[in-house]
């Protein structure tokens, strides 16, 4: 950790312990919020650019090219948007959270914000355990946060309707997944 020096010399190694700061770290449950929102509209740009490509290439390699295309858009989307001047994708921008460095609290540049969407797939192994661990850390950092050297913070009162966003966001997805699931199944048991 980086120690700095406050005005009056006492060492901290967190710059939220410095007298007067108004820092405040995003919790679990408005970053579950805010991912659910993106998960949202990446599902749906996926969804549109999926159909338009397997609707002209019917056949062999057209779900893998999809797939590609949508791991190539979350990349992109996630990068660009957090490395931003406004450090946040649409979901974050939602619930007033933003994503900084977490040395200087500065906004980070597009190949941290890089490593941290790679980190995303770390923090999804073994049962989610990178995202779970997040109330549990002092700066409420999930393991791709600490892999990258970042943290979110809220800039400002969150919605108060938090929940039913969580809930109507992650429903859809829920769903989808079900339904991708029944027709997995259904295609094993058909033979195909």
Known sequence: MIERMDH???VVDDLAALPGSRIAYAGFWVRLAAVALDALILWAVVLAIGLAVLAVRIGSGAQELVLAIGVAI????FSFMESSPGGATFGKRAFRLQVLTADRMQRVGFLRATGRWAGRWVSSTVLLAGYLMQPLTAR???LHDLLAGTVVVARGKRPRVLLAVVVLCLA???LAFLLGGTLKVAELL???
């Open 74 to 77: 979350s990349w992109l989307y």
């Open 8 to 10: 009056v010399g006492i």
């Open 172 to 174: 859809p997805l829920i």
């Open 140 to 142: 409420r950092q999930a």
């Open 190 to 192: 058909g033979g195909r």
